[in-house]
């Protein structure tokens, strides 16, 4: 009675510990758009990122990662950072309308025109990368740092600042520590200010 009988075997497919980027549904591929919609309405899936999850899944950051893994699989190298970044690490409910990403590699990426997509050059240090799903990610406080001493040319980034720091208060404490351990270059008062205004010293 409605629903794709596909639907819930895929999603029993989530306790097998399987892969978790085969758990995903990209509309087009296994099943169409027009499928994974009525999926969706019969609460078998839920939107998440670019794709449609099992609705049993837990919103992890792992699979917050690998639901935004379509933006960047033609860009080798490539690491989610800033906004996509702090989505994935648990900020707000919904995912940036624009994303962000660096070189995990130290090579200049090569992305695609996008307007959905900022791409940033500095070269990120092995330090500031973990893996999530399959996915590079910049940790929280390489994400909340970023945030921060970014030009404003994306107003959302502070609120996305905000909204991690309340996801994850520990990044704060974890963030200062990284701060004092690098050089004042642009933007390191603006970080420093936001740690003070929420109680902790740089």
């Given at each position: ?89 648990g900020a707000g409910d919904a995912p940036p309308e624009v994303h962000e990403v660096q070189s995990a590699t130290g090579r200049?990426?090569r992305a695609p025109a996008n307007r959905r997509l900022i791409v940033h050059d500095p070269v990120l240090d092995p330090g ?74 740089a």
């Amino acid at each position: 009675q409605g629903g794709d009988p596909r639907i819930p075997a895929l999603c029993r497919l989530a306790h097998t510990g399987g892969m978790l980027g085969a758990l995903l549904h990209h509309p087009g591929r296994r099943l169409s758009l027009t499928e994974l919609s009525a999926a969706r309405l019969d609460g078998d899936v839920v939107e998440l990122g670019e794709v449609y999850a099992p609705a049993d899944l837990v919103e992890a950051p792992a699979l917050r990662a690998a639901s935004l893994a379509p933006l960047i699989e033609t860009i080798r190298g490539a690491a989610f950072a800033g906004m996509s970044a702090a989505w994935i690490h648990g900020a707000g409910d919904a995912p940036p309308e624009v994303h962000e990403v660096q070189s995990a590699t130290g090579r200049r990426l090569r992305a695609p025109a996008n307007r959905r997509l900022i791409v940033h050059d500095p070269v990120l240090d092995p330090g500031d990368l973990q893996d999530l799903g399959g996915v590079a990610v910049t940790t929280p406080e390489r994400t909340l740092i970023d945030l921060l001493r970014w030009p404003a040319t994306q107003p959302g980034r502070r609120a996305w600042a905000r909204l991690l720091a309340e996801a994850e208060p520990s990044v704060l404490q974890r963030t200062a520590r990284r701060l004092a351990a690098t050089d004042q270059g642009p933007g390191h008062q603006r970080v420093a200010r936001f740690l003070a205004a929420h109680g902790v010293d740089a």
